[in-house]
């Protein structure tokens, strides 16, 4: 591989604090960023909660705070700004920058062994473009007329300038173009330092499956968001300079255009885009079960494969979101077969998992609880997206709130998981401190019981018919019996967002006053545990030397010579070196 | 314009719809709502097939999981393994459950789709068939039937608003469209939905099977009032719903204005294309009903 030179560490406080161009900084700034509007659109997720249990009351706390207009009452004319402006945030400006921004960017140059990303400058620009999507994001709720509220998906003719007037909506749009060109400059970042700077014997069959989860989604994103941008483009030429692409119907003059489009080119985007979420949490957790079960990762090859699979068949399965727009009944049966095939990978890779536990030596610490309880949720969010894959009960279950339930349970909730477990893991190499570990586990007890309380509760609504987006379900006489179930539900995403609260107090805490972590506190083997915790800015004194994969956990020859049950991938085995019993250093070269 | 045609039908609506005043069916303690539909079963059974399924495997997970935990926690010295023949025998195993009950999920549905929900050409011919086009707008549903000279937009269209009337056993087919934004006329008790698209005609058809009012809700956010687009499916014992359409229609054709152009919405039934070559012919309902009573009965 190419020689790295160690630059210095910049001196001045710009380039040090604020423009960095370091890819763990980076990571750190994607984290208070994402953290931040993780926390604004949990709190607009407890508006929706509060409206779906007691429609047209004021709210408590809430209502004194940001609804003094209305008398602490969300109106009619709020609520589908609420429920877009919690969507559109949590998915693009929540979700993705800490699981792909932070994550990404700190894992991917340490675990192969690079002293930076590919292009540390794109990288910076990356954040800072990033940041302005979260401005427009922010700018959107305070102009005339309120937030985007066409629906996260942000369909027209609703979404065009007749059927939602005013900055806010163009505001959002603008706000996902730019968020997209962000995107893909992260992206083919990692997907060049991926290929071009692991550290010598790095081999793609010894990468962390972190990286290839990280690299898949890199390469999901950097295909597929360009395709948002388009349609996101075509969509503010609507709305601000009277085009008429997605127009159709009594707003059309001369023709008009084709709103199906646009649904087809969002799709496109937007079911790869529930891959670029889960792809990372799946690496993630991959590596975290065979690390906390002291036992290499079940079937390496299989998990690489399958989910170089699900990245292959996720372009081709998006029309599952169509079925009931007309689509031609040979399109439908077609994507439902796809659909339908994506399954397999993704059971191969629960197997894997659950084999990776079995006959290990499981230590429950707080990543490990954090990555069980994904897998648990995970679990139930992909079972549940049998229904809706197959054409026939879709048609009852489309656009109720069992697709607001399954998709919580996969984007959101194992999403969310997923990101805890890394957060919990990563802390002490990101801040050199650790978090507090009781207090961690009493956040995910808390997050484990009530998740599935709560979008279970949504899956039950949807069972029972309830559409989705209604500012008041109880309209319809065949929903009224349901209030009781919706306010149970409400009652635990109110403890659900309260328990929040341990994780905001624990991670502000530890990340100044947090106990003092050790290099390498979970006793693993991956090359971002050879360096120091924080690393220092050129992350290794000397590139290592890749000898082995990443799960060497639990191999008895090891315990043997070394006396613990782990092996670096930087270490040579004591003997290997002077040539006997040698076929591992052999490979490497 | 819009808000003339609106009062022109909405009073047109509420002179007929004495009737419709009465509490729709309601439905009782979670689960699917009542079952109005003579195919309502085959979705209702593949759902209930579905749940057993992923209940049965969930549980096997969950179990997988705690027990691992509970067996081979710290204390537990580690098996050091990247992968074994065993382990992958049982992965095949598991895979290969996973996959039959997949497949028998996507036959059966593959059965129902073509032979009933996307089996439209063979109603279309049905005589008995009710015709009914749907314009969508923000936030009502109107309703056009061709009255008894069986054209669209001609004087004696008897249109509605919010209320749509069927006679039982005989199929309903809807010409679906939307003045506006994208709407879903949803019959929760019939199990099906179809997006109202503009610039688009959209086709669905049931059987209902029993006398009763349904509520129709719209399905796909279409702005502000979204959660009142809601609308009553009033199904008549075949010779109420004769009457009503004949005496509707007579009123309609005196209250018709030729110089309302806005109220002439309608078009030439379209006729879904038939797509996929020969449509099997569809399934007698009188037998589709024999086989839910069984399914009800817990067979």
């Given at each position: 591989m190419d020689i790295q030179p160690i630059h210095p560490p910049p001196t001045s406080f710009w380039r040090r604090y604020v423009f960095s161009t370091d890819h763990k900084y980076i990571a750190k700034q994607f984290l208070w960023a994402g953290l931040i509007f993780l926390a604004l659109g949990g709190s607009l997720a407890m508006m929706i909660r509060w409206q779906w249990a007691y429609p047209g009351q004021p709210m408590p706390i809430y209502g004194s705070l940001f609804l003094r207009k209305s008398g602490g009452i969300i109106t009619p004319a709020l609520y589908p700004s609420i429920f877009t402006m919690h969507g559109l945030i949590m998915i693009f400006f929540a979700i993705t920058p800490i699981l792909i921004g932070a994550f990404g960017n700190l894992t991917i140059p340490l675990m192969i062994g690079a002293r930076d990303m590919a292009f540390p400058t794109l990288n910076m620009l990356s954040f800072w473009t990033f940041l302005v999507s979260q401005a427009l994001m922010i700018a959107a709720f305070f102009v005339k007329m309120g937030a985007?509220?066409?629906?996260?998906?942000?369909?027209p003719p609703l979404s065009d300038s007749i059927g939602t007037p005013g900055w806010g909506q163009t505001l959002a749009v603008m706000a996902i173009f730019v968020t997209g060109v962000a995107t893909i400059m992260g992206g083919i970042n990692y997907i060049t330092t991926v290929i071009r700077c692991r550290a010598p014997g790095m081999t793609w069959g010894r990468l962390p499956l972190t990286v290839w989860g990280m690299w898949l989604t890199a390469i999901l994103n950097v295909l597929f968001v360009p395709v948002l941008g388009s349609g996101g483009l075509l969509l503010l030429l609507d709305r601000l300079f009277g085009t008429q692409f997605f127009i159709a119907g009594a707003s059309a003059v001369n023709g008009g255009g084709d709103p199906l489009v646009f649904q087809h080119l969002f799709w496109i985007f937007g079911h790869p885009e529930v891959y670029i979420l889960i792809l990372p949490a799946w690496g993630i957790m991959c590596d975290l079960l065979s690390f906390f079960s002291r036992k290499p990762s079940y079937f390496y090859k299989g998990s690489v494969g399958a989910m170089v699979a699900v990245t292959l068949l996720s372009a081709i399965v998006y029309g599952h979101h169509m079925y009931v727009t007309g689509m031609a009944p040979l399109l439908g049966k077609g994507f439902m077969t796809f659909t339908v095939m994506i399954s397999v990978p993704a059971e191969v890779l629960f197997l894997n998992w659950l084999q990776t536990m079995w006959k290990g030596s499981i230590r429950l610490e707080t990543p490990m609880l954090w990555t069980m309880g994904t897998v648990f949720v995970f679990g139930l969010g992909g079972l549940t997206g049998l229904f809706l894959a197959i054409v026939s009960m879709d048609l009852y279950l489309h656009d109720t709130m069992f697709v607001v339930g399954h998709f919580h349970l996969t984007m959101a909730a194992a999403s969310f998981m997923a990101s805890m477990a890394g957060i919990y893991f990563w802390f002490p190499k990101m801040f050199g401190r650790q978090l507090n570990q009781t207090l961690g586990k009493i956040h995910f007890w808390f997050s484990m019981i009530f998740i599935p309380l709560v979008f279970g509760g949504q899956l039950l609504a949807g069972y029972s018919g309830q559409q989705r987006?209604?500012?008041?379900?109880?309209?319809?006489t065949f929903l009224r019996h349901l209030q009781p179930l919706n306010q149970w539900t409400s009652y635990f995403a109110f403890i659900l967002g309260a328990a929040q609260l341990v994780f905001v107090y624990n991670f502000v805490v530890s990340v100044f006053a947090g106990k003092k972590a050790s290099d390498n506190p979970w006793e693993v083997g991956t090359l971002d545990w050879d360096t120091p915790s924080p690393p220092p800015y050129h992350n290794f004194d000397v590139v290592p030397h890749v000898q082995r994969g990443p799960h060497e956990l639990g191999d008895p020859a090891v315990k043997k010579a070394l006396g613990r049950d782990w092996i670096g991938q930087w270490e040579e085995m004591p003997g290997e070196k002077s040539g006997q019993a040698a076929p591992k250093l052999a490979e490497a070269h | 314009m819009r808000r003339l045609q609106s009062l022109w039908t909405a009073a047109l609506a509420l002179g007929l719809s004495a009737r419709a005043l009465a509490e729709p069916v309601t439905a009782k303690g979670l689960g699917l709502p009542p079952d109005a539909s003579a195919d309502g079963y085959r979705i209702d059974e593949l759902i209930h097939e579905t749940v057993i399924f992923i209940a049965v495997m969930f549980g096997i997970m969950v179990v997988w999981m705690l027990l691992a935990a509970i067996l081979h926690g710290r204390k537990h010295e580690a098996f050091y393994t990247h992968v074994t023949r065993r382990g992958q025998i049982v992965s095949l195993v598991v895979i290969g459950v996973l996959v039959a009950a997949d497949a028998d999920l996507y036959i059966d549905t593959m059965r129902d789709m073509s032979e009933v929900f996307w089996n439209f050409a063979p109603v279309d011919a049905d005589p008995n068939a009710i015709k009914i086009e749907i314009d969508a707008h923000q936030w009502a549903w109107s309703a056009r039937y061709a009255g008894p000279d069986g054209k669209f937009n001609t004087p004696d269209d008897v249109v509605t608003l919010n209320d749509i009337r069927a006679p039982v056993g005989a199929p309903v087919i809807f010409e679906i469209t939307s003045t506006d934004v994208i709407h879903s006329l949803y019959f929760p008790n019939f199990r099906v939905k179809m997006d109202a698209m503009p610039g688009m005609v959209n086709h669905l058809w049931l059987r209902p099977k029993e006398t009763g009012e349904y509520e129709v809700g719209c399905a796909q956010h279409c702005g502000i009032n979204h959660y009142k687009m809601r609308a009553l499916f009033t199904v008549l014992p075949e010779a109420d719903y004769q009457r009503w359409l004949r005496e509707a229609s007579a009123n309609a054709e005196r209250a018709y204005d030729p110089a309302d152009t806005v109220a002439h919405w309608g078009w030439d039934w379209t006729n879904p294309r038939p797509i996929e070559g020969d449509q099997p012919p569809l399934p007698k309902a009188a037998t589709a009903r024999a086989a839910g009573a069984a399914h009800e009965e817990g067979i």
């Open positions: 985007a509220s066409a629906g996260w998906t942000t369909y987006r209604l500012f008041d379900p109880y309209q319809y | -």
